[in-house]
């Protein structure tokens, strides 16, 4: 049985390490140019090399986004980009333009090109379309349901990758000029402001329809597939796709290791138990900082996936990174990025097995003075550790 | 010139035939973001007999379960000899190449079509693209040198932001009701601008100011463009039979565009514009440029 694909989101080669670390089986990120998410910290040509050779090393694929939809002067300079990533060793490029699959089967024919959610594929017959132009994947629209993906599978013999978890766009990908119309950013090419999640009077003629409550607002809750899990790894996909490159390590991390568990578990006991289950739900609950929700897989076009009065809250629980590990004398050298005091009780997260709780004893700053209250982000800290950590470890609070 | 446009039940075909339109637009039943009920084989003949042709919207995107409904009606589409489909999603031309319908087939996905490869390559493989409306003159002009005879152009017409499967209006009201449709909009809460909102069963449509191309017309009429398209599907027949009218004087040279512009604002002065040529680094409107 081929193993579905668990792909996931890097904004940088730190984060593209977590992943794979994590156990990402695939990692997609933009490069400097021809990529959406410009604020995104993106990929130098160097970055790149060296992203390929390290997740090739751990066995695992590197894709390229190539997915904005360009304008005539974007494609300067595009032929020797696509030459320099085959070049590399990149696995694919993700792409949402004919003319950009067109130029990668032409000079860089070993890239296998994989069509972007931007182009909003939601049926066979429209896949067929790509399919004659070559395309090796499509990446499916976000607003198809589980019913329509079974349709579809046993129509088509192209591989079909669907997101999982992570931010929605209020609208079909690609279909959206809000932010350029808004604000001179053109969400297209990597610029978008997230106007949908503005907040808007709703007028009906002259009368306007606000509720009192809250204004209207065209944003959109999170996906978080969990519940779809099962019926996903049935179905045939070949890839499972978690949306973030403007995330942290902590979140890829987190939202990494349990989809992982799941998968895993699935393919050893042939279902996921209600313990990894549990697991999984707790990690991705801990990071999530918007509401959530299962996205188009239910069949209904549900209302509940909007979100008003909309605050970015953040994870409390994160509270450092670990930097570097000297098992001699068991202490690790950690990054504050949450307060926390000596005498707390933690956590270590690591890639494999449980979290390990302790109660932290002495804080101390590299210089060798004590601190009771770590309250200053980007400090660096010496803690004693209970177990092997490194630099892909994180500290947690514990939760009550 | 070549003017195509749309066409909602009401409308005098007469009246845009003297007008020189050569072709109407109609919203496919049940296929498209309006669902007028016209009856198109009956529209078909009533064009034929006055030398119009019938052009039929499609512009949603349609889920798997609906592809053999979406076959079904292309065959009824080709039966009665339409001139031809503007669609947004590819499985219409597919389908249509496929089965070997004979209507053109124009592509109208409103925000992917924005360079000369893109267009070039699809053109391989259908007759027709309408050019995006968010690039600048300079890219659009580049465009239709690249692909002579093969672009439309939406000239005239609210500038569609958004397309979603979602049902805005409903969650946000509360309410179970599908369609929304005429005199919606919204105001951004820090700014004035109306935006148009249109909801019916297959989601929601945003739309901005309204795009007008007065001072571009000769331009364009120049140019080897295939279709020159006038869309004020939001709007009456009065404002569209007026709008046609004022495109109509400015290419004959009968007035010049900034007196056309100051009529255009008479028509309805709650409409928002924004200038073809302004479409550029920036998003303004003609009053703020």
Not at chain 2, 10 to 23: D, I, P
Not at chain 2, 26 to 47: H, M, P, Q, R, W
């Amino acid at each position: 049985m081929n193993k579905v694909e668990l792909l996931a989101p890097a904004g940088d080669l730190a984060r593209l390490k977590t992943a794979i670390v994590y156990g990402a089986d695939a990692v997609y990120f933009g490069g400097k140019q021809f990529s959406l998410r410009s604020r995104a910290s993106n990929f130098t040509n160097e970055d790149i090399k060296e992203a390929v050779e390290f997740a090739h090393s751990y066995g695992r694929k590197v894709f390229v986004t190539v997915n904005m939809i360009p304008h005539n002067s974007d494609f300067e300079g595009l032929r020797e980009y696509l030459q320099l990533l085959q070049e590399y060793g990149v696995d694919a490029i993700i792409c949402a333009s004919g003319a950009i699959l067109k130029l990668a089967k032409q000079y860089a024919p070993k890239l296998e090109v994989h069509i972007s959610t931007q182009q909003t594929t939601t049926n066979t017959a429209a896949i067929e379309y790509w399919k004659r132009l070559k395309a090796d994947r499509i990446v499916l629209g976000r607003e198809i349901s589980l019913d329509q993906l079974n349709l579809m599978i046993p129509k088509t013999d192209m591989p079909l990758e669907v997101f999982i978890h992570g931010g929605m766009c209020a609208n079909y990908s690609g279909r959206c000029i809000i932010s350029n119309f808004l604000t001179n950013r053109d969400a297209n090419r990597g610029g978008c402001a997230q106007s949908c999640r503005w907040n808007y009077h709703l007028y009906k003629d002259q009368q306007c329809l606000d509720n009192g409550e809250y204004l209207f607002s065209l944003g959109s809750k999170d996906m978080c597939a969990i519940e779809y899990m099962q019926p996903l790894l049935e179905s045939g996909v070949v890839s499972l796709k978690i949306e973030g490159r403007m995330k942290t390590a902590y979140y890829i991390a987190s939202v990494v290791k349990a989809y992982r568990m799941m998968i895993d578990d699935y393919y050893e006991n042939g279902k996921i138990s209600d313990e990894v289950y549990n697991k999984a739900y707790k990690l991705l609950k801990q990071v999530s900082n918007r509401d959530t929700y299962e996205g188009f897989y239910g069949n209904e076009i549900s209302t509940r996936g909007q979100i008003y009065n909309f605050v970015l809250t953040a994870s409390q629980t994160f509270l450092a990174n670990v930097i570097k590990y000297d098992p001699d004398k068991g202490t690790a050298v950690i990054e504050v990025r949450n307060n926390f005091s000596a005498g707390d009780r933690v956590c270590v997260f690591n890639p494999k097995g449980d979290n390990n709780e302790f109660d932290l004893g002495e804080l101390k700053t590299l210089e060798g003075e004590q601190v009771i209250t770590a309250n200053r982000p980007m400090q660096l800290l010496e803690i004693k550790v209970p177990c092997e950590v490194s630099e892909y470890s994180f500290i947690k609070g514990v939760e009550e | 010139m070549n003017i195509l446009t749309c066409y909602r039940p009401g409308f005098s075909l007469e009246a845009l035939k003297e007008r020189k339109v050569t072709a109407v637009i109609v919203n496919g039943n049940g296929f498209s973001s309006f669902d007028d009920a016209t009856d198109i084989k009956a529209l078909k003949e009533e064009c034929e007999k006055i030398g119009l042709k019938v052009w039929v919207r499609m512009d949603c995107l349609y889920e798997e379960k609906e592809i053999d409904d979406v076959r079904r009606y292309l065959h009824y589409l080709d039966e009665i000899k339409v001139e031809g489909v503007m669609f947004t999603d590819l499985a219409v031309n597919e389908i249509a190449l496929q089965d070997g319908l004979s209507f053109k087939r124009t592509y109208t996905p409103e925000t992917l079509l924005t360079n000369t490869y893109d267009v070039s390559l699809l053109c391989e493989d259908m007759d027709y693209c309408v050019i995006s409306q968010d690039i600048t003159l300079k890219d659009i002009m580049e465009i239709i040198d690249g692909n002579r005879d093969r672009c439309m152009l939406r000239i005239h017409g609210p500038i569609l932001l958004s397309y979603s499967k979602r049902h805005f209006i409903s969650a946000y009201l509360k309410d179970k009701k599908d369609e929304y449709r005429d005199g919606y909009y919204l105001i951004e809460e820090t700014r004035t601008n109306k935006m148009p909102i249109v909801q019916g069963e297959r989601g929601t449509w945003l739309y901005g100011n309204v795009l007008e191309s007065l001072s571009e017309i000769k331009m364009l009429n120049e140019s080897p463009l295939a279709a020159l398209i006038i869309d004020n599907n939001l709007y009456g027949e009065s404002y569209n039979l007026a709008v046609i009218d004022l495109y109509n004087a400015v290419a004959e040279g009968k007035i010049d565009h900034d007196e056309a512009y100051e009529k255009l604002r008479e028509l309805d002065p709650e409409i928002g514009y924004t200038e073809l040529s302004n479409v550029q680094e920036s998003w303004l409107d003609k009053e703020s440029a």
